[in-house]
């Protein structure tokens, strides 16, 4: 059973910047497809942006492009999220998710949403 404990949230001013790392535990990770979601209050929760267990493909909710990039370290067993030019809307609940798949970073969304293992989440919130 593969545990994922995120990290790097906080408060930032708006067009600022933040990291966000998912530290996971057990050895299906680097056999994985990881995703990030969020969920702001009153919302539900939504798709931010996946990538494949090698991390040669990744796939961004329109939203995000060209602000955000998320990649990984196999070897440090640990995804990541860059986020960019933040903005107020981006204020959230950040969660890092993933599951043992050879899908297209396309696909990441819906198989995880179906059956993926999830971390606790970290805030993050973007003033303006």
């Known amino acids: 059973q593969v545990q994922l404990v995120e990290s790097g949230g906080g408060l930032v001013q708006a067009g600022g910047s933040l990291r966000l790392s998912c530290a996971a535990s057990g050895r299906t990770f680097s056999s994985s497809a990881m995703g990030w979601f969020r969920q702001a209050p009153g919302k539900e929760r939504e798709f931010v942006a996946a990538?494949?267990?090698?991390?040669?493909?990744?796939y961004y909710v329109d939203s995000v492009k060209g602000r955000f990039t998320i990649s990984r370290d196999n070897a440090k067993n640990t995804v990541y999220l860059q986020m960019n030019n933040l903005k107020p809307e981006d204020t959230a609940v950040y969660y890092c998710?993933?599951?043992?798949?050879?899908?297209?970073?396309?696909?990441?969304?819906?198989?995880?949403?179906?059956?993926?293992?999830w971390g606790q989440g970290t805030q993050v919130t973007v003033s303006s």
């Open positions: 990538i494949t267990w090698s991390g040669g493909s990744a």
């Open positions: 998710a993933g599951r043992v798949t050879p899908a297209a970073a396309t696909q990441v969304m819906g198989i995880i949403l179906r059956g993926g293992y």
